[in-house]
């Protein structure tokens, strides 16, 4: 999708104010309003490409929202540089709340990519251009929204639904949180919508854009979400003949040499090793913090000890599992020539040539995902025959012998974790499979352990009285103090 991302940064100012040379011509060349954009492909794809670019953004600081408040990963507490630690750490330590500040930048920027979203589907079907282009135009533009939405009920409930252009920010104050069924019923709309006008494949020039398979992959979640089991299995089967497959190394899912492969449904795109902004960092935020170059490979970088794999994590992995050591390593060795027992996540850690510019993907959807969703599903049907031989074929790529137990359900969520884990995966799943009064059992079980026994040492730091209590209200996150402030017709979730 190089040509989604070589201009993603741009497009986005494109959207409301020009920074093309085109349009300096223009009686006032700052300031473009939407209604003079658009008026050829070349725009409306640019502002498509705008879209896009504002995944990269919104997936690279997921971590702390997904993986942070799980069992998955833990931090390497800093004792001497504080800086954005206590907005992060509220989510590993489970002392979020209204005025958190991540709380605040989630929510905004979901609510600016769906401004975005908004804006431009409702000038689409007027932009002058070939009805057979605006229809995938339209596809991809309905599955980020679906995405968006998707997430945002996951983790607030009940939130506000906006589907039209806003001309002035004080528009939004008129509208309240729906209930979670109506986020659900816009999401699955979307989704069907998307997977009729979306192909199945993209040329080369092209590849990454959101296709019918990520379209029936998201939507199959959804219904795996909702428990609708029978209509998740019907329509995860329809992205079985779409021409995916499990590549036969694990390690080469998320080799950068290698993007958008078989085993690809969705990836946010990225793009290191130059000058345009479009690279990732994920390494350098996940890399011990006094690694230096040991894991980076640049002995100027500092990398952030964020999103660490806990122990709990780096024992769920069976012996002999291959994705192990893809997947993170359990120490590193420094400039002096001494081992380090600090994890890292190793999965995103690939050569690069300059630093701080990764050229790795993330990925969204795989499909060995989709083979363990209809495992799951399928499971929850009493049909263990068809469940097992997903899930074996997802064991088997890993080197593990087929399932033999009799908690197959069981054995599908663990699987899940360590296929999937450090994706972004492991706090919906855990809200799906889990009641928040299970959850809230469990994440204690596991704090407790983790307070024995940290993954990584405090530098003789304590734990405040409050950290790792987690009570089931927090399943769902707060709606942002200050929101609440601005539109007073704005409710909290209840415990906050």
Same mark, same amino acid.
């Given at each position: ?30 300031? /473009? ?35 942070? %408040? ?28 209204? *005025? ?23 000038? @689409? ?82 590849? *990454? ?63 290191? *090793? ?15 913090? @006094? ?5 980076? *490979? ?10 660490? %794999? ?61 083979? @363990? ?57 855990? =809200? ?18 983790? =307070? ?8 003789? /730091? ?17 709606? %942002? ?16």
């Amino acid at each position: 999708m190089k040509r989604i991302l070589t201009i993603g940064h741009v497009a986005l100012c494109l959207l409301l104010i020009s920074c093309e040379e085109e349009f300096l011509h223009k009686t006032d060349p700052t300031q /473009i309003g939407a209604g003079s954009f658009y008026q050829d492909r070349t725009q409306v794809e640019q502002a498509l490409n705008g879209v896009y670019g504002q995944l990269q953004g919104i997936v690279s600081g997921q971590w702390v929202f997904n993986e942070l %408040p799980s069992d998955n990963t833990t931090v390497h507490y800093n004792p001497d540089d504080r800086g954005q630690g206590p907005a992060r750490e509220a989510f590993e330590f489970m002392t979020v709340n209204s *005025g958190t500040g991540n709380i605040e930048g989630l929510y905004n920027s979901y609510y600016n990519a769906i401004f975005n979203i908004n804006n431009t589907l409702a000038r @689409l079907q007027d932009a002058p251009i070939d009805e057979a282009v605006i229809g995938p135009i339209e596809g991809q533009l309905k599955f980020i929204r679906a995405y968006y939405y998707f997430n945002l009920v996951q983790y607030f409930g009940d939130v506000v639904i906006i589907t039209e252009p806003l001309d002035k920010p004080s528009a939004a104050w008129a509208y309240l949180r729906e209930p979670q069924a109506k986020v659900y019923e816009l999401v699955e709309s979307d989704l069907k919508d998307a997977a009729t006008l979306l192909p199945e494949r993209y040329d080369a020039a092209n590849a *990454g854009r959101a296709t019918k398979g990520a379209a029936l992959a998201l939507l199959g979640k959804v219904y795996l979400t909702k428990k609708q089991y029978a209509d998740a299995v019907t329509t995860l089967n329809q992205v079985l003949p779409l021409g995916y497959a499990l590549l036969p190394s694990y390690a080469d899912v998320f080799d950068p040499q290698n993007k958008n492969h078989a085993e690809t449904i969705f990836d946010i795109q990225f793009q290191g *090793g130059n000058d345009l902004q479009e690279h990732s960092n994920f390494i350098y935020e996940f890399a011990p913090r @006094l690694s230096a170059g040991a894991v980076t *490979g640049f002995p100027d970088s500092r990398p952030g000890g964020w999103n660490t %794999p806990t122990k709990d994590m780096i024992a769920a992995f069976e012996e002999g599992d291959l994705r192990k050591d893809v997947s993170l390593q359990e120490g590193y060795t420094n400039e002096s020539g001494e081992w380090v027992p600090v994890p890292y996540i190793n999965k995103y850690n690939h050569p690069h040539t300059i630093s701080g510019r990764t050229d790795d993907n993330w990925p969204v959807i795989r499909y060995s995902d989709v083979l @363990l969703m209809l495992a799951e599903a399928q499971a929850q049907q009493g049909n263990t025959a068809e469940a097992a031989t997903y899930l074996n074929m997802v064991r088997n790529r890993a080197g593990l012998p087929d399932y033999s137990g009799s908690d197959l359900l069981g054995a599908i969520y663990h699987e899940r974790r360590v296929e999937l884990a450090f994706e972004n995966h492991r706090w919906f799943d855990l =809200k799906r499979t889990m009641t928040p009064e299970e959850m809230a059992q469990f994440l204690s079980a596991y704090t407790a352990r983790e =307070k024995a026994d940290p993954t990584v040492g405090r530098g003789g /730091i304590p734990y405040a009285n409050n950290d790792y209590i987690f009570e089931p209200y927090e399943a769902l996150y707060p709606i %942002p103090n200050r929101q609440i402030l601005i539109n007073g017709k704005l409710t909290q979730n209840p415990g906050y």
